[in-house]
């Protein structure tokens, strides 16, 4: 099965992190995940990164260090899944494509339902800032 590069960005307010909802009509619609996509062809990962917020949240962000990189089987696809943490430079999130965006405490996690390539971060946010 062909793997796809997806990246992500871990994005933090104070003790809170930017979380998005999925559009209904997309595959695991609904579900939170962290913002991002796919990265096309000849595309560097952070380049990726920055455009796919711009499109999805219409933010300019500054991809830094990787958070963590997993590699994740759905039944449809199976994604190499590359978190960044970033920061916002320039907007303020809206909603393009998502469906709504929240801004968690690692605590609230647990209340909230996450793509499954999410559940290993989130345990290591817990881990980490819980």
């Known amino acids: 099965m062909e793997i796809i590069d997806v990246v992500a960005a871990l994005v933090w307010d104070g003790d809170k992190f ?17 913002v ?18 711009k499109e999805e949240l219409d933010i300019i962000v500054e991809p830094m260090d990787i958070y963590m990189e997993l590699v994740h089987e759905y039944p449809d696809i199976t994604v190499r899944l590359t978190l ?12 393009l494509e998502h469906n709504d965006i929240k ?18 971060i989130l345990s290591r946010i817990i881990a980490d800032r819980g």
């Not at 991002?36 to 917020?53: F, N, Y």
């Not at 339902?113 to 290993?120: I, L, R, Y």
Request: proline share 8%; charged share 30%; with cysteine.
């Open 84 to 95: 960044f943490n970033a920061v916002i430079k320039e907007g303020e999130p809206k909603l």
């Open 18 to 34: 930017m979380a998005c909802q999925r559009p209904a009509h997309k595959a695991r619609g609904l579900l939170w995940e962290f």
């Open 36 to 53: 991002g996509g796919k990265v096309e062809k000849g595309e560097s990962k952070e380049a990726a990164l920055v455009r796919e917020c």
């Open 103 to 120: 801004w968690l405490t690692p605590a609230e996690i647990p209340l909230y339902d996450f793509c499954p390539a999410d559940e290993e």
